[in-house]
């Protein structure tokens, strides 16, 4: 991590990183890491009291093969 700016999700095996999203019902999780799927992750905001910024992605499903896309993500952490 080098601050502002937009990160590729595991387009690697040295960047291991990934992004998921799971559902309840139905029971299900969605996987974009460095051998499937593809994503983005964009720092907009890294100051002292939070790290801000947007994701999208497209998750395979190792179940079944689905895809899912993933658009207009945001998120906002505070650092601890």
Known sequence: YTGIGTYTIGNSITNVSSIAYGSVTPLGAWTSTFDIGNGTVEITDD???FVEG???FSGINNSDNTTKNVTEGK??????
């Open 54 to 56: 947007t994701f999208t």
């Open 75 to 80: 998120f906002k952490a505070k650092k601890q």
């Open 47 to 49: 100051n002292s009291d």
